[in-house]
């Protein structure tokens, strides 16, 4: 079982930039692929960011390629979303995700999910 407790969300002007984090509970943390996924209203939660349990690969969504990037610390077991240049179409709930196996954008197939935290990006 992983708990997943996401913070850093807020109000930000378009162009700026905000850090999310997320904190894992558990001695397992390092075996878990973690992932970003966000939910705007009336709208799917689509996948934003995967990274794997080992650090050797990411995978970001193109909609916000170049703009946003994942980051991992298994030591801390913590997992962070950093992102830049933010538009309005990026507002949303940000999720942090947890899987077994190798990040997929797919949402079904993430075992654990946090809460959420608001991002507002005004223009």
């Known amino acids: 079982q992983v708990q997943l407790v996401e913070s850093g969300g807020g109000l930000v002007q378009a162009g700026g930039s905000l850090r999310l984090s997320c904190a894992a509970s558990?001695?397992?943390?390092?075996?878990?692929?973690m992932g970003w996924f966000r939910q705007a209203p009336g709208k799917e939660r689509e996948f934003v960011a995967g990274?794997?349990?080992?650090?050797?690969?990411?995978n970001i969504a193109d909609s916000v390629k170049g703009r946003f990037t994942i980051s991992r610390d298994n030591a801390k077991n913590t997992v962070a979303l950093q992102m830049n240049n933010l538009k309005p179409e990026d507002t949303a709930v940000y999720y942090c995700?947890?899987?077994?196996?190798?990040?997929?954008?797919?949402?079904?197939?993430?075992?654990?999910w946090g809460q959420g935290t608001q991002v507002t990006v005004s223009s």
């Open positions: 990274i794997s349990r080992s650090l050797s690969s990411t």
């Open positions: 995700a947890a899987a077994p196996s190798v990040p997929s954008v797919v949402a079904g197939t993430w075992a654990f």
């Open positions: 558990g001695h397992t943390f390092s075996t878990y692929s």
